[in-house]
């Protein structure tokens, strides 16, 4: 059974930095899409950012939002996807969700919250 651990979110200051980590249990890391979603309260959970598996040759992708700011980045022999998050704003404030994809089956971690607040 796929399992997925977040862990980094907290209260952050406007312009702060935080890094989320997700460990993905399960074999072949690889294989796996991975991406961030976030949702903020009444709002639809939506795509932060995204990198795709071996087979797509872990290409990138990033809501217009966070470009510049966000960095998704996945290390294979730790099986861990992060999400680097520089120059925090108010409007980033939402649970944070883990997400890995394989064989057109999904699987969720269960967020972690961030709060970007003075």
């Known amino acids: 059974q796929v399992q997925l651990v977040e862990s980094g979110g907290g209260l952050v200051q406007p312009g702060g930095s935080l890094r989320l980590s997700c460990v993905v249990s399960?074999?072949?890391?690889?294989?796996?899409?991975l991406g961030w979603y976030r949702q903020a309260p009444g709002k639809q959970r939506e795509l932060v950012a995204a990198v795709a598996s071996a087979y797509s040759g872990y290409s990138t992708n990033y809501a217009d939002s966070v470009k510049g700011r966000f960095t998704i980045a996945r290390d294979n022999a730790k099986n861990t996807v992060y999400l680097q998050m520089n120059s925090l704003k108010p409007e980033d404030t939402a649970v944070y969700y883990c997400?890995?994809?394989?064989?057109?089956?999904?699987?969720w971690g269960q967020g972690t919250q961030v709060t970007v607040s003075s």
């Open positions: 997400h890995a994809q394989r064989g057109g089956i999904d699987h």
């Open positions: 399960g074999s072949i890391f690889s294989r796996y899409a």
